[in-house]
């Protein structure tokens, strides 16, 4: 299993960036997978998931801002951010293999990818 992260990147306050998550090893789309960020000093959150069914989970802090999808050709999840805010700079990382949603707790993890938003 292994997970590679890329996309991340410096932008501006209300900018957008789209991260990448694409697998190998095994089939993303039979899976429950997830995007977590860690902003430094702070713990691991969860931001948003999928689910082998499609449907989908956002935390409040990004609801209506992120959207999480999936490519399964390609094996890839995607998180497409929006009107991002300084809030959001962070390490984030994609994930396989969850505990839910109430942890942040998971099997297979990426490298991360740091996105900063910054004036």
């Known amino acids: 299993v292994q997970l590679v992260e890329s996309g991340g990147g410096l932008v501006q306050p209300g900018g957008s960036l789209r991260l990448s998550c694409a697998a190998s090893?095994?089939?993303?789309?039979?899976?429950?997978m997830g995007w977590a960020r860690q902003v430094p000093g702070k713990g691991l959150e969860w931001v948003s998931g999928?689910?082998?069914?499609?449907?989908?989970y956002y935390s409040d802090s990004v609801k209506g801002r992120f959207t999480i999808s999936r490519d399964n050709a390609k094996n890839t999840m995607y998180l497409q951010m929006n009107s991002l805010k300084l809030e959001d700079t962070a390490v984030y990382y994609c994930?396989?293999?969850?505990?839910?949603?109430?942890?942040?707790?998971?099997?297979?993890w990426g490298q991360g990818t740091q996105v900063t938003v910054s004036s």
């Open positions: 090893g095994f089939i993303l789309s039979n899976y429950v």
């Open positions: 999928i689910y082998s069914d499609g449907s989908t």
């Open positions: 994930a396989t293999d969850l505990d839910g949603w109430a942890t942040v707790v998971a099997g297979s």
